[in-house]
Structures are given as structure tokens and as C-alpha cells.
């Protein structure tokens, strides 16, 4: 998670909303991701699917069997979508959204038995470290400090 909190202040440095990603597979690092929607001007440059992007690259496979994304918020519905589509094993997040969140606060896509895919699922890990972040992000543009542009 310090790895996925990093990559969120970097991205936080650049105007993005404060989210990190990793993607672990056997106890190495195989993907990292920070949010760039707005350097990008992509809508799903979110965290996550960066992270799950270069780890398929790293692995050279589209199943990620086996790995364990590891991001500092409860990912969206795009983003859990995509981890029940590469079939990861397990994700631990760190701060809940309940305005977004798809891993238990809106619903839950990770163990929705209608889908062919379930992962295992750790909450909470540093969540405080990840709210403090954002909130302080989010203090700064509404105070003027911070991008104009839509969070």
C-alpha cells in the first residue's frame, strides 16, 4: 500500500485525483498506475486499469491469475469490472467511496454470483492515510489551490 500512496501524491502533484495502484504477482510489483484522467484527457485513465494494463503487459497475458491489485480507493464500476474480467485473485484497498465505490459501498462486483468471476477482497488497509489525502486534494481545489477542471 506505501507504494500505491506514493503513486497517489505523484498524481495528486500533477492535478489528478489522488489514487495509486499496484499490481503484485508473486511478491513482485508487475503494474503501477496513477490516476491521469485529466493528463491524458481519458476518462478511464483511472488508476487500476493502469496498473492492470501493464501488469497483462508484464505477464503477457490478459488472465491475471494470481495477482493481487493493490490501490488507495474502493474501485469504481469500470474498474471493478475490468479486475472481475482479467480474473485477479484479490484486491486490497484503502479508503471506501461511497459515492462511487463498486466493492461494497454502491454494490459489489467482486462477489456478485451472477458474474463468472469472484475475487477476494481487503478493506481498510490505511484508509485513513488514503482519506487524509484526498481530502486535503480535494480542500485545495474547491479553495482555488488545485486543477479547475472536473475531479
Known amino acids: 500500500m506505501d507504494e500505491a500512496l506514493a503513486l497517489a501524491r505523484s498524481a495528486a502533484a500533477q492535478g489528478e485525483v ?7 504477482f508473486e511478491g513482485r510489483v ?16 483511472h488508476a487500476e486499469l493502469l496498473a492492470i494494463q501493464e501488469a497483462a503487459r508484464a ?12 490501490v488507495t480507493l474502493e474501485p469504481c464500476a ?12 484479490r484486491l486490497v484497498f484503502a479508503a471506501s467511496d461511497p459515492k ?9 462486483l467482486s462477489a456478485d454470483p451472477r458474474l463468472n468471476h469472484r475475487f477476494e ?8 492515510e488514503a482519506s ?11 479553495s482555488g489551490a488545485g486543477n479547475e477542471s472536473d475531479p
Open 59 to 70: 505477464l503477457g497475458r490478459w488472465r491475471l491469475t494470481g495477482v493481487t491489485v493493490v
Open 18 to 24: 489522488p489514487v495509486g495502484a499496484v499490481a503484485l
Open 100 to 108: 462511487a465505490g463498486c466493492v461494497g459501498s454502491l454494490q459489489d
Open 78 to 89: 469500470m474498474c471493478a469490472g475490468a479486475m472481475v474480467l482479467a480474473r485477479i485473485d
Open 30 to 45: 508487475v503494474g503501477r498506475g496513477a490516476n491521469a484522467r485529466e493528463s491524458a484527457r481519458d476518462p478511464t485513465a
Open 132 to 142: 487524509d489525502l484526498l481530502r486535503a486534494f480535494f480542500r485545495a481545489r474547491r
Open 121 to 128: 477482497v481487503e478493506r481498510g488497509v490505511k484508509a485513513a
